[in-house]
């Protein structure tokens, strides 16, 4: 199995900024994308930001020039740098990771727990 473990939410005044990370671990032959997603109270799940294995990115509109993903392919952890933050970034972040737990096994998609990030004043 593969399990994520986020870190680095928090609370933090508009404007501030928070690093979140994500570490995979269990079993794991191979980890394609990885990414980060959140869900605000009432609202659906959103993709916030995504990388390949090779490090092309995607990110949602709202959040482009203000917040960074990259990831250490080697200790299997993605990272989400969140600058100029607002209130509107408040919301649980959910790490995912496309990953296969053995040799030309079939990819399947995981989640960490979710990490809570609030921002006020």
């Known amino acids: 199995q593969v399990q994520l473990v986020e870190s680095g939410g928090g609370l933090v005044q508009p404007g501030g900024s928070l690093r979140l990370s994500c570490a995979a671990s269990?079993?794991?032959?191979?980890?394609?994308?990885m990414g980060w997603y959140r869900q605000a109270p009432g609202k659906q799940r959103e993709l916030v930001a995504a990388?390949?294995?090779?490090?092309?990115?995607n990110y949602a509109e709202s959040v482009k020039g203000r917040f960074t993903i990259s990831r250490d392919n080697a200790k299997k952890t993605v990272f989400l740098q969140m600058n100029s933050l607002k209130p509107e970034d408040t919301a649980v972040y959910y790490c995912n990771a496309e990953a296969s737990v053995r040799y030309r096994g079939s990819y399947y998609t995981y989640w960490g727990q979710g990490t809570q990030v609030t921002v006020s004043s």
């Open positions: 269990g079993t794991i032959f191979g980890i394609n994308s």
């Open positions: 990388i390949t294995s090779v490090g092309s990115t």
